[in-house]
T-cell receptor, first 114, second 114 residues
Framework: KAGVTQTPRYLIKTRGQQVTLSCSPI?????VSWYQQTPGQGLQFLFE???????NKGNFPGRFSGRQFSNSRSEMNVSTLELGDSALYLC?????????????FGSGTRLTVV | QKEVEQNSGPLSVPEGAIASLNCTYS??????FFWYRQYSGKSPELIMF????GDKEDGRFTAQLNKASQYVSLLIRDSQPSDSATYLC??????????????FGTGTRLTIIP
């Protein structure tokens, strides 16, 4: 069974540019969540998508956006990149049901803004 | 603001001893609790989850939950060098559909000394 696939694995961008990250969840998983991980802040929740709808959003500026497609694949976009956006971006998928469930994480995309 | 607190460590434990990792949370509505292990440069991996007060054992790992004290812990028996990693505690409130994101602590770095 394939795991959560994130592409690309590494990215180097310049301040002011925009970037799009992709996530393919485990087959059958309808929920995709995105997290930003930095050494100082730990795992910070960005947003969650379930059946193509954003159903939860963290405290990030509007430069961070996302979407989910009908096949549950998800993308997140960061516009007008800042140096502080350098981080590991993790995608996690789950079944998304109300009964407590855990997330399975992808390998992440390491974004460096220079 | 839901908060999850962990001692950042580092926590050093001799090989073969018991490692004890602790986590407290602020939201009494939290109902599901997870422990993730993250090796350096890798993504988090789910190792334990617990919903009910008391202990839950899985191999060398035991999760303990005390909802009255808002406290969850992870015990690792017979610690091995391969257990050296950062351990992340996560909590989830599943009482409100659409707001079931996992909130993570900043993690405890564990080092097993051979």
């Amino acid at each position: 069974k394939a795991g959560v696939t994130q592409t690309p694995r590494y990215l180097i961008k310049t301040r002011g540019q925009q970037v799009t990250l992709s996530c393919s969840p485990i087959s059958g998983h309808r929920s995709v969540s995105w997290y930003q991980q930095t050494p100082g802040q730990g795992l910070q929740f960005l947003f969650e998508y379930f059946s193509e709808t954003q159903r939860n959003k963290g405290n990030f500026p509007g430069r961070f956006s996302g979407r989910q497609f009908s096949n549950s694949r998800s993308e997140m976009n960061v516009s007008t990149l800042e140096l502080g956006d350098s981080a590991l971006y993790l995608c996690a998928s789950s079944l998304g049901y109300r009964v407590g469930y855990g997330y399975t994480f992808g390998s992440g995309t390491r974004l460096t803004v220079v | 603001q839901k908060e999850v607190e962990q001692n950042s460590g580092p926590l050093s434990v001799p090989e073969g001893a018991i490692a004890s990792l602790n986590c407290t949370y602020s939201d009494r509505g939290s109902q599901s609790f997870f422990w993730y292990r993250q090796y350096s440069g890798k993504s988090p991996e789910l190792i334990m989850f617990i919903y009910s007060n008391g202990d839950k054992e899985d191999g060398r790992f035991t999760a303990q939950l005390n909802k009255a004290s808002q406290y969850v812990s992870l015990l690792i028996r017979d610690s091995q060098p391969s257990d050296s990693a950062t351990y992340l505690c996560a909590v989830q409130d599943i009482s409100n559909f659409g707001n079931e994101k996992l909130t993570f602590g900043t993690g405890t770095r564990l080092t097993i000394i051979p």
